[in-house]
């Protein structure tokens, strides 16, 4: 039985970016290519970058065979692999786990590329791709004759070439999976059973709208969108200072220990719905972009729950005791994301507000002993003055006294990674330690203050009735 195979697209949809300037860098300094740029070389690089192939521009990809005639065909080889390890670093951060998904479902995973072929087949083999799809230049006793060896693998050549390969190897085209950024790729996309629009130029996006293909952006999580390489947290990141929220002040440190880049889990304790703003300020303070793992009822929301998902967010249903929670948020943390979630999971109801001993769930710890990413703790404090838990939105009108909302940030919790109980526990003693003292004193809360930690229409007494 015929099978359904994977083919990536390089640059733009696979790297985040063009190839070109890298592999440029690798073959001047094998001594190959011309020191010197070609005339507006950086300029069609950076318009590559921001629009996608061009008609000029690969008229030049297919004029290189005849620049490259006399090339030494192993020094090129060679400079393919000196280009790979800077090659990996432009690796979209979604792009493996996607690749992984393939592989686990059985799948080839091939690279399809106009890219000639002796410069990107050590990238591939370093991604553990299945083969290579790419433009071969022809060789006689170990040099470049100045031509192809077969098609120019793009637009139609490309889907010639795919097709070949296809045949060869007992590989079904409608059962196979195609991403790629350009219009030009439009043959091949329309060829296989599942294609998709990966970060798609303008063309290709409106052609994809047209068609319904998915369209994917593999350097932000599943669901995110993007238009002219901005998401919606980007515009969010805007709103994220304080004199934007006159009802509220905002004392925060410890930002510099939030780590800069790469996987991070950041967990703070929950008093109010406000608290995904204060943990924003905080993060973005710290100069991460923060994807929250929210209950489903956010999610399922009319008009707040595609807003969420667009923002990154990663949907809890704590009832169904699914693992896709913490499996999109391990792929989320292998894209080198920070994702933010409460160990606590709800806020406390009446007089369980107001006990100084706070109850966690295991998620975070299971989080971080199946990625090993650093655990961040951020103690909150202050945010139900802004947002009690009886109101159902926040006390947007007192801007003359607003109350203060401390956030504090921790260094990264020792953790033994082999009891999610223990691990817990670590945690939050780490979040309850960069709370104020008057938090880890017991005292019997006022009826007022019962009333304001109950949810309205509920007995403080008996919240959970």
């Known amino acids: 039985m015929a099978k359904g195979a994977a083919f990536f697209d390089l640059d733009r949809t696979l790297l985040k970016g063009a190839s070109g300037p890298l592999i440029t860098e690798a073959l001047r300094s094998a001594g190959i290519a011309p020191q010197r740029s070609l005339p507006g070389q950086g300029l069609l690089y950076k318009v590559y970058d921001l629009i996608g192939e061009t008609l000029p521009s690969m008229a030049l990809a297919r004029a290189a065979a005849v620049v490259a005639k006399g090339w030494s065909a192993d020094a090129v080889r060679q400079a393919g692999k000196a280009a790979a390890e800077n090659l990996e670093e432009l690796v979209a951060p979604y792009a493996r786990p996607l690749i992984e998904e393939h592989r686990a479902a059985g799948r080839p995973v091939v690279l399809a590329t106009t890219t000639p072929h002796d410069l990107v087949a050590p990238l591939a083999e370093r991604l553990a791709f299945d083969d290579v799809i790419a433009t071969r230049y022809a060789e006689d006793a170990g040099l470049y004759t100045g031509k192809l060896e077969g098609e120019f693998v793009w637009a139609t050549g490309k889907l010639s070439a795919v097709k070949r390969w296809a045949a060869s190897n007992g590989v079904d085209m409608k059962q196979s999976y195609a991403y790629s950024d350009s219009i030009y790729d439009t043959p091949l996309l329309a060829a296989v059973g599942h294609p998709y629009a990966v970060n798609p130029?303008?063309?290709?996006l409106a052609l994809a709208l047209l068609r319904r293909w998915p369209?994917?952006?593999?350097?932000?999580?599943?669901?995110?969108?993007?238009?002219?390489?901005?998401?919606?947290?980007?515009?969010?990141?805007?709103?994220?200072?304080?004199?934007?929220?006159?009802?509220?002040?905002?004392?925060?440190?410890?930002?510099?220990?939030?780590?800069?880049?790469?996987?991070?889990?950041?967990?703070?304790?929950?008093r109010s719905y406000f608290d995904t703003v204060a943990v924003g300020m905080t993060v973005v303070r710290g100069g991460r972009a923060p994807r929250f793992l929210g209950k489903k009822e956010v999610f399922d929301a009319p008009v707040v729950g595609p807003l969420a998902t667009a923002l990154g967010g990663i949907r809890v249903d704590r009832g169904s005791g699914s693992q896709e929670p913490l499996r999109a948020a391990a792929c989320a943390l292998e894209g080198g994301e920070a994702v933010a979630l409460m160990p606590q999971g709800t806020i406390p109801r009446g007089r369980k507000f107001f006990d100084p001993k706070l109850e966690g769930r295991t998620g975070a710890a299971r989080l971080a002993a199946?990625?090993?990413?650093?655990?961040?703790?951020?103690?909150?404090?202050?945010?139900?003055?802004?947002?009690?838990?009886?109101?159902?939105?926040?006390?947007?009108?007192?801007?003359?006294?607003?109350?203060?909302?401390?956030?504090?940030?921790g260094p990264p919790v020792a953790l033994t990674y082999d009891d999610p109980k223990a691990d817990t526990e670590r945690i939050i003693e780490a979040i309850v330690a960069l709370l104020p003292p008057e938090a880890r004193e017991r005292r019997q809360p006022t009826p007022e203050e019962l009333v304001l930690a109950t949810p309205a229409g509920r007995d403080p007494e008996n919240p959970d009735g």
């Open 201 to 204: 130029d303008a063309r290709l």
């Open 215 to 270: 369209v994917l952006n593999l350097d932000v999580p599943p669901g995110v969108p993007k238009l002219l390489g901005f998401e919606p947290f980007d515009i969010v990141r805007l709103t994220t200072r304080p004199e934007l929220f006159p009802y509220a002040r905002f004392d925060i440190d410890g930002t510099d220990l939030i780590p800069k880049s790469g996987p991070a889990i950041l967990v703070a304790n929950h």
């Open 370 to 409: 199946m990625t090993k990413a650093p655990v961040i703790p951020i103690g909150l404090w202050g945010t139900e003055h802004v947002w009690p838990r009886s109101a159902r939105l926040p006390n947007v009108t007192n801007i003359g006294n607003p109350p203060v909302v401390r956030t504090r940030v």
